[in-house]
């Protein structure tokens, strides 16, 4: 297997909005990511994504946007882009932004320019059509809407949006708008860049002739016909053609309704399309089915033995977009700490490039928003909207389900210290803070050795310090067991065993073999004493020595 420095990075994600305000407006940004960088590379991290911060009207919160190559002043300037990768880089701590290349903003200069008239010369640059007997031109969704037309009176045609209606898809089709945006990733390549996370990039090319779905399809499958067109693999090859093979870029791709075999086709090397698609299974599974141990072990060992040797893959359990994983997969009450350490142990153990997402190393935890109006998301106002008049939830159980599942969870302020608002802002937060924060901070985490944040940056270092941990290969161990996930990694002579107790209940070891080895040692446990069977959400990575 090719060895890469991005296979072996640990990386870490981060909300801008969410993570630090360094001019007190309540809005965090660039120069407050730039004065935690000393933070970030304590933790050990050294690759960042960070989200969007381009000029944008901020309907989707920066996945609007309506200049690439302009800074929204809320979050800065050019110039503190280039100082934040300068920074960084003085760190080692590489660097990738998000690219939405799907949709822009309905006030990117292209769309008000395309809306003009059926003739405009950027007509083409978005994707218009006639209704049909008056209605949509078909029957496909939007994420943020009901459908994804949206009529235009002024040149009496539709135009699509995946997302929402001030979120106009680009027609990828369009050689001189794929040439346009090329340009624009040069232009940011050119600024030191390390690499890209690539948005929603599994819709760029919808099918052909635009089939209606099949509307008895649950909701989540009612979107295949938007997605991984025909044209699909070409434009990314070209893309990576174009301007990534040229340069030592990453990119990471937001590819949806992934399978072992379609992961393969976009990332494995000699394709030339992109370098890893983002893990969404386990997290997905969760959301839908609820926390199944013998399940998760089943998703994540076909993924680690199908893609061995053949693509990469990269991890992660949270983000800006999913609920908080110790909330989601483990425990975040009794078993706050201990289960926020099981999760990153098997984050950081893996074989793909692993992603942790700001607060994720000090356990926070998903918020009580108190009501309706206290969210922020778009997303939380449509999901609500379509629970409440096409599903006939009542107002008590659509909240339940926004405070379990809202995007909004995952964007509560970073929580640095126990100060009003967290340390965050000296202002007033754009968002309410998980009041919580007075024990959860990374001040108390920062100074206690048996944090949660110490047992990260250890992980951290494990990690870095042995290659079995990323290239190795991934052996399930006790298969049969109910709710222990136990594998082996090994790679040119050194083996590591990661036994997990993903359950409230104790547990024994259920046999674990070291085979071959006479001693297994003990390197890293989330307990600080030793006992011979599993506590609840007990954590142990065994170094087997021959
Ligand atoms: C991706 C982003 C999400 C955004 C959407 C539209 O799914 O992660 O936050 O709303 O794309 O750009
Ligand atoms: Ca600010």
């Given at each position: ?174 050689q ?21 996370r ?7 090319s ?35 053609r ?72 990269a ?18 009450q ?7 350490k ?5 984050l ?63 964007r ?44 990260y ?32 990694r ?57």
């Amino acid at each position: 297997m090719q060895k890469s420095w991005w296979k072996e990075a640990v990386a870490y994600q981060i909300y801008p909005r969410s993570f630090y305000d360094g001019n007190g407006d309540g809005i965090g940004d660039l120069c407050g990511i730039v004065e935690k960088l000393d933070y970030l590379q304590t933790l050990g991290v050294n690759l960042l994504w960070i989200t969007p911060f381009y000029a944008s009207p901020g309907v989707d919160n920066g996945y609007d946007i309506s200049d690439y190559q302009a800074i929204d002043p809320a979050y800065g300037t050019l110039q503190d882009v280039e100082e934040l990768i300068a920074q960084a880089h003085q760190r080692g701590i590489r660097v990738m932004f998000d690219l939405v290349l799907n949709h822009t903003s309905d006030q990117h200069p292209w769309f008000i320019e395309s809306r003009k008239s059926q003739e405009s010369p950027l007509r083409d640059y978005y994707i218009w059509r006639d209704g049909k007997n008056g209605r949509e031109p078909n029957n496909w969704r939007a994420h943020f809407a009901k459908s994804a037309w949206t009529y235009d009176g002024q040149t009496e045609q539709y135009y699509l949006h995946t997302f929402s209606p001030q979120q106009p898809d680009l027609n990828w089709q369009n050689q001189e708008m794929r040439t346009a945006l090329y340009n624009i990733i040069r232009w940011w390549i050119e600024k030191g860049v390390d690499g890209f996370r690539l948005d929603a990039i599994s819709f760029i090319s919808k099918a052909a002739d635009f089939p209606d779905h099949a509307g008895d399809a649950p909701y989540i499958f009612r979107r295949a016909p938007m997605m991984h067109g025909a044209e699909y693999h070409q434009f990314l090859h070209e893309l990576n053609r174009e301007l990534l093979s040229q340069n030592d870029i990453v990119t990471a791709g937001e590819c949806i309704e992934l399978t072992v075999e379609s992961a393969i086709e976009v990332a494995a090397p000699e394709r030339q399309e992109i370098d890893m698609p983002f893990l969404f299974e386990p997290t997905e599974y969760v959301i839908n089915h609820g926390m199944d141990v013998p399940k998760l072990k089943e998703i994540l060992t076909r993924w680690q033995v199908g893609l061995h040797s053949k693509a990469w893959i990269a991890n992660q359990f949270n983000n800006h977009d999913l609920p908080r994983v110790v909330s989601l997969f483990g425990d975040d009450q009794a078993h706050r700490e201990a289960s926020a350490k099981l999760f990153g142990t098997l984050l950081l153990t893996l074989a793909g490039t692993p992603f942790i997402y700001q607060g994720e190393e000090i356990g926070m935890t998903n918020n009580p928003f108190p009501s309706l109006i206290d969210y922020r998301d778009l997303a939380a106002f449509s999901e609500y909207q379509k629970m409440t008049e096409e599903e006939g939830l009542n107002s008590t159980a659509a909240l339940a389900t926004l405070h379990a599942y809202s995007r909004d969870n995952a964007r509560t302020p970073m929580q640095w210290d126990d100060s009003p608002s967290a340390g965050f802002t000296t202002g007033e937060p754009w968002i309410m803070v998980n009041p919580n924060y007075e024990t959860i901070n990374v001040a108390q985490a920062m100074g206690d050795s048996n944090s949660v944040f110490a047992f990260y940056q250890r992980l951290i270092a494990l990690r870095k310090q042995h290659d079995a941990l990323v290239y190795g290969d991934f052996e399930l161990l006790l298969p049969e067991h109910p709710s222990v996930f136990a594998y082996r990694r090994s790679f040119e002579g050194e083996r590591f065993v990661v036994v997990l107790n993903i359950s409230a209940e104790m547990s024994d070891m259920g046999g674990v073999d070291f085979g071959g080895g006479d001693s297994a040692d003990l390197i890293l446990n989330n307990y600080l004493d030793i006992a011979t069977t599993l506590r609840p959400y007990e954590a142990r990575i065994y170094r087997e020595t021959a």
